[in-house]
């Protein structure tokens, strides 16, 4: 019995065209429908085969985990896209039971030949192991023929498009904030030192500091694995050692842990001590204080994710133009109320 990939070959279209056309999906020209379906109609077919073919048409969405508010936010809005697009998703929570690589050998097993990766692995080295994934197995899989995507994990080393946040634009103006507010001893609450987050935003953060005349001290930078639990723990070193005035942080959830530090030492925020956070999670409004923070714009890099992913899967397709091989969006610079002048009371 012929395959997807046989029917797309014999038809000259992608094998997720043959898929859509099975499926009676929309946004597929007449002339490519009617030859897919002459095709159909000229290799054999059980009714059983017919129903298999007709399960395809989904994209795996990898993500490194659900606890961080910011990562299930991107999985909605990547399957949302997906799913207006007429693919279905099967989400991936890749710290979890299983790695990224085990999830990725299921996907494939099951047939998926497209894949989103958020934060993907070979972009965030693990503190304990210390080593990342070979670069031979993103490869292995674009030779296999599986399209993938980046979002905020793009490496130059891959031919995979990728879309980001502009990480190392983050941390410039969380510390270009600060210093308009008169602050000059300006610490980082950073994740773990080898996390592509963590050296872009670093970048920025330095440079700021410098174009202000300001000393971009390794001392005020504390590094600490993501979450509030190292948030507290790189606050708890800044607080012993270098004694900042205020703090940018690699992320809302390492913000709130830095706050809770500093109230269970007695320093007021912002009265004593400015934080700023990076993604903007819904719990960053409801907090007191209300978390000043950098926003990742969401919707729009996931939808501008799915559209390349689709353009690669469906390059017939007349709703689709065709995308670049990385897209970078601006964060945006969200000011409430963990933010004062220095010298405050």
């Not at 047939?111 to 197995?137: H, K, L, Q």
């Not at 502009?166 to 080898?194: K, N």
């Amino acid at each position: 019995m012929a395959g997807l990939s046989d029917i797309a070959r014999a038809a000259g279209v992608s094998v997720s065209t043959v898929s859509r056309v099975l499926n009676r999906r929309a946004g597929i020209k007449e002339g490519t429908r009617q030859r897919v379906l002459d095709v159909l109609n000229e290799m054999p077919h059980t009714a059983r085969g017919m129903e298999a073919l007709r399960r395809t048409g989904v994209i795996g969405l990898l993500v490194p985990e659900l606890s961080n508010p910011v990562f299930p936010a991107f999985a909605e809005a990547l399957e949302t896209r997906a799913s207006r697009a007429g693919y279905a998703s099967l989400l991936c929570n890749t710290r979890a039971v299983m790695s990224e690589q085990d999830y990725v050998r299921m996907l494939r097993a099951r047939g998926v030949e497209a894949m989103i990766f958020v934060s993907p692995a070979i972009a965030n080295i693990d503190p304990s192991a210390g080593t990342r994934p070979p670069r031979g197995y993103y490869e292995r899989l674009l030779s296999e023929g599986v399209h993938l995507v980046f979002v905020n994990g793009g490496t130059p080393a891959l031919e995979v498009p990728d879309v980001a946040v502009d990480e190392q634009l983050a941390g410039y103006t969380a510390t270009q904030h600060l210093l308009e507010l008169g602050h000059s001893r300006i610490g980082f609450v950073c994740g773990p030192s080898q996390a592509l987050p963590s050296r872009l935003k670093q970048a920025g953060w330095s440079a700021a500091l410098e174009e202000a005349g300001a000393v971009a001290d390794p001392n005020l930078v504390a590094h600490a694995p993501f979450g509030a639990e190292g948030g507290g723990q790189a606050m708890s070193e800044l607080m012993d050692t270098a004694r900042p005035t205020a703090v940018l942080c690699s992320s809302d959830l390492m913000a709130l842990g830095a706050m809770r530090e500093a109230r269970r030492r007695g320093v007021s925020v912002p009265e004593n001590l400015s934080v700023v956070g990076f993604d903007d999670i819904s719990l960053a409004s409801y907090c007191a204080p209300a978390l000043t923070t950098l926003a990742q714009p969401i919707e729009e890099m996931a939808n501008a994710a799915v559209d390349e992913l689709v353009h690669r899967l469906d390059p017939d397709r007349p709703d689709r133009a065709p995308g670049g091989h990385s897209r970078v969006f601006r964060p945006r610079l969200v000011v409430r109320e963990s933010t004062a002048p220095l010298g405050t009371e």
